[in-house]
């Protein structure tokens, strides 16, 4: 399947580790990348090739892939956190190559 | 600072077309591959449409044969022809640089977007 699998939500207290995952076949053999996007915002990449943050993205925030399942870290987590998270991979076989997850409403309890 | 700014969404009837723009300082377009994403009322990210470096472009089943995405070199800015639109299409529409290693490709930086409403 072409599709990227997210949980429609995530809850976490603060100061907690948040695990937000991403399922496709196989998506272990493609890398993945991590958005966030905060309500009346542009996404902006929080993990990309898997587990590289940008420079200003906290060391909070890490990525793994393997086998079906890619999932973002997000540790000692914080209110400012609270956002929509979509992983996102590059499938030039698709029909919408640059394919996003459904997208993870992340809420700080 | 590298960065995009979209303009030229607003109100359509089905049928109609608009051209959105995107301006990009702090890099070169030409240089770059650039992307255009959408996001529907509640919905999740939609990826739109890519021009290449080398000025070929490929698009999204969805839009193919309506959207037409090219670039002005001298202005740094792009476009997106959107012609025969759709309620469907209704959305949010970024503008993203592309950034690719070894095949693969992500979206960074982002515009702030422009909004898309198509009424039936």
């Known amino acids: 399947s072409s599709v990227l699998t997210q949980p429609p939500s995530v809850s976490v207290a603060p100061g907690k580790t948040a695990r937000i995952t991403c399922d496709r076949d196989?998506?272990?053999?493609?890398?993945v990348h991590w958005y966030q996007q905060r309500p009346g915002q542009a996404p902006v990449v929080v993990i990309y090739?898997?587990?590289d943050r940008p420079s200003g993205i906290p060391e909070r925030f890490s990525g793994f892939n393997s086998g079906t399942t890619a999932t973002l870290t997000i540790s000692r987590v914080e209110v400012g956190d609270e956002a929509d998270y979509y992983c996102?991979?590059?499938?030039?076989?698709?029909?919408?190559?640059?394919?996003f997850g459904g997208g993870t409403k992340l809420t700080v309890l | 600072e590298v960065q995009l700014v979209e303009s030229g969404g607003g109100l359509v009837q089905s049928g109609g077309s608009l051209r959105l723009s995107c301006g990009a300082s702090?890099?070169?377009?030409?240089?770059?591959?650039m992307s255009w994403v959408r996001q529907a009322p509640g919905k999740g990210l939609e990826w739109v449409s890519v021009?290449?470096?080398?000025?070929?472009?490929d698009y999204a089943d969805s839009v193919k044969g309506r959207f037409t995405l090219s670039r002005h070199s001298y202005r740094n800015i792009i476009y997106l022809e959107m012609n025969n639109l759709r309620p469907e299409d209704t959305a949010v529409y970024f503008c993203?640089?592309?950034?690719?290693?070894?095949?693969?490709?992500?979206?960074?930086?982002w515009g702030q977007g422009t909004q898309v409403t198509v009424s039936s």
């Open positions: 196989n998506i272990g053999v493609k890398t």
């Open positions: 702090g890099f070169i377009v030409s240089d770059n591959y």
């Open positions: 993203a640089r592309v950034l690719r290693r070894l095949g693969s490709w992500w979206f960074d930086p």
């Open positions: 090739y898997n587990n």
């Open positions: 021009i290449y470096s080398g000025g070929g472009t």
């Open positions: 996102q991979v590059w499938d030039s076989s698709s029909d919408h190559q640059g394919l």
